[in-house]
């Protein structure tokens, strides 16, 4: 069984500039959240996704959006780069929401540079 | 919201010694307490779990505890070998109302370093 997998792996942007991640969760999972992971933060959540719609947000600008398609991908967008941004963008994905003690499974990240 | 704290920042040990990391949270609807091994470079992956009716996990060398009176949950490894040379993250996560317990506030974690 595949895991999840993100695409790019690594990208640079300008600053000012917009930038799409992609995620393909595990098959059958449902459910996608993404989390920003950088040194001085750790690993914040930003937001999840289960059956097309946003369940749940995390305390970040309006510039970091995302989406979930019928099949479960999902994208997330960041608007207008800042320096600050620069991260790894990990996706995770689970199986179904509803069920206590889903197992969260995280994709090998997008390395965001932004310059 | 939920806060996570997590203790120590670093640790060094030798190998076969016993590694134990620490962390409290704040939020008492939390109910699922998961562990994070991330290697250089690698994603995290989860090794080992715990939920609110549970006091004590383990599987090998890894044990988990959790105490929800005082908020706290541990996770101790035993015997350690280099190859769990890693950072180790703990997180918390309520069952919000609809069910979903996706929303992972994770501690700062701990660079583990076993010293052959």
């Known amino acids: 069984k595949a895991g999840v997998t993100q695409t790019p792996r690594y990208l640079i942007k300008t600053r000012g500039q917009q930038v799409t991640l992609s995620c393909s969760p595990i098959?059958?999972?449902?459910?996608v959240s993404w989390y920003q992971q950088t040194p001085g933060q750790g690993l914040q959540f930003l937001f999840e996704?289960?059956?097309?719609?946003?369940?749940n947000k995390g305390n970040f600008p309006g510039r970091f959006s995302g989406r979930q398609f019928s099949n479960s991908r999902s994208e997330m967008n960041v608007s207008t780069l800042e320096l600050g941004d620069s991260a790894l963008y990990l996706c995770?994905?689970?199986?179904?929401?509803?069920?206590?003690?889903?197992?969260?499974?995280f994709g090998e990240g997008s390395w965001l540079t932004v310059v | 919201g939920e806060n996570v704290e997590q203790h120590p920042s670093t640790l060094s040990v030798q190998e076969g010694d016993s590694a134990v990391i620490k962390c409290t949270y704040s939020?008492?609807?939390?109910?699922?307490f998961p562990w994070y091994k991330q290697e250089l470079g690698k994603r995290p992956q989860l090794i080992i779990d715990?939920?609110?009716?549970?006091g004590e996990k383990k599987d090998q060398r890894i044990a988990v505890t959790l105490n929800k009176t005082a908020k706290h949950f541990s996770l101790h490894i035993t015997e350690t070998q280099p190859e769990d040379s890693a950072v180790y993250f703990c997180?918390?996560?309520?069952?919000?109302?609809?069910?979903?317990?996706?929303?992972?506030?994770f501690g700062k974690g701990t660079l583990l370093t076993v010293n052959p």
């Open positions: 995770a994905s689970s199986h179904r929401q509803g069920v206590s003690g889903n197992t969260i499974y």
């Open positions: 098959s059958g999972h449902r459910s």
């Open positions: 996704y289960f059956s097309e719609t946003q369940r």
């Open positions: 939020d008492s609807a939390s109910n699922y």
């Open positions: 715990i939920r609110s009716n549970v």
């Open positions: 997180a918390a996560s309520p069952e919000n109302s609809g069910g979903s317990n996706y929303k992972l506030t």
